[in-house]
């Protein structure tokens, strides 16, 4: 079992920041791929960007357009989504993923653990 918590929304003006973080615990979170997710209110959850176990892959969504960034950190068992410039139409609940090695990042429903997700708001 891979316990996540997501932190760090909030409430934020168009090209505004914020940092989310996703904190891992239980059964070595490290092994595992990490992925963030999004889902705003009437929409399906949709892939934002992934990153390998070992930190040598990463993959963004192309409407991301390097305005967020994707990190981890092993030692700390934690993973960390940058946003950058955002805009309204990135209003939405953030979620954080956890995928068992050897599966499709890129499928939604391949991943095996999620958290409850933060909330980000960007007013215009």
């Known amino acids: 079992q891979v316990q996540l918590v997501e932190s760090g929304g909030g409430l934020v003006q168009t090209g505004g920041s914020l940092t989310l973080s996703c904190a891992a615990s239980?059964?070595?979170?490290?092994?595992?791929?990490m992925g963030w997710f999004r889902q705003a209110p009437g929409k399906a959850r949709q892939l934002v960007a992934t990153?390998?176990?070992?930190?040598?892959?990463?993959y963004y969504a192309d409407w991301v357009k390097g305005r967020f960034t994707i990190s981890r950190d092993n030692a700390k068992n934690t993973v960390t989504q940058q946003l950058n410039s955002l805009k309204p139409d990135d209003t939405a609940v953030y979620y954080c993923?956890?995928?068992?090695?050897?599966?499709?990042?890129?499928?939604?429903?391949?991943?095996?653990?999620w958290g409850r997700g933060t909330q980000v708001t960007v007013s215009s």
């Open positions: 239980g059964r070595t979170p490290s092994s595992y791929a």
């Open positions: 993923a956890a995928i068992r090695p050897g599966r499709r990042v890129m499928l939604t429903t391949a991943y095996d653990y």
């Open positions: 990153i390998s176990y070992n930190i040598k892959n990463t």
